[in-house]
C-alpha cells in the first residue's frame, strides 16, 4: 500500500485558482495516478488521471481545459492545477493510485489506494 496524503484545498471565489498536492510516501510505480472527487450526496467521480504505461492523460468532460494533472516522480507528488473554478467544482477531492493497468481509468474501481481527501469550496 502507498499511503497518500493530499495538500491544498479550500475556499475560493468562483473563476478562481487552486492547485492540490499528493505526497506519496513509499515508492511503487502505479498504471494510473489520478485525482477524483465527491460532491455531498453524489458518487465518487473521475477527474483526471496519468496513464503510466501509455504516458497520456484523461480528463473529465466536466474540468478539460480548465484543470491540469502533472506529476513530479523524483519528488513522488501529484498535482492538479485547478484554474476558472465554478460552484459545482465543491466537493471533496481524493487522490488514488492503481496497481495495475485495469478498468476504467475514471472509474473509482479500478483504484488501490486513497487519500483521505482535501475539501474544496466554491
Known amino acids: 500500500q502507498v499511503p497518500l496524503v493530499e495538500f491544498g484545498g479550500g475556499s475560493v471565489q468562483a473563476a478562481g485558482s487552486l492547485r492540490l498536492s499528493c505526497a506519496a510516501s513509499g515508492y511503487r510505480r502505479s498504471c494510473y495516478m489520478a485525482w477524483f472527487r465527491q460532491a455531498s450526496g453524489k458518487e465518487r467521480e473521475g477527474v483526471a488521471v496519468i496513464l503510466a504505461y501509455a504516458d497520456s492523460i484523461l480528463y473529465a468532460d466536466s474540468v478539460k481545459d480548465r484543470f491540469t494533472i502533472a506529476q513530479d516522480n523524483a519528488k513522488n507528488t501529484l498535482y492538479l492545477q485547478m484554474n476558472s473554478l465554478k460552484p459545482e467544482d465543491t466537493a471533496m477531492y481524493y487522490c488514488?493510485?492503481?496497481?495495475?493497468?485495469?478498468?476504467?481509468?475514471?472509474?473509482?474501481?479500478?483504484?488501490?489506494?486513497w487519500g483521505h481527501g482535501t475539501q474544496v469550496n466554491t
Open positions: 488514488a493510485a492503481a496497481h495495475a493497468c485495469a478498468g476504467d481509468p475514471l472509474n473509482k474501481n479500478a483504484y488501490n489506494d
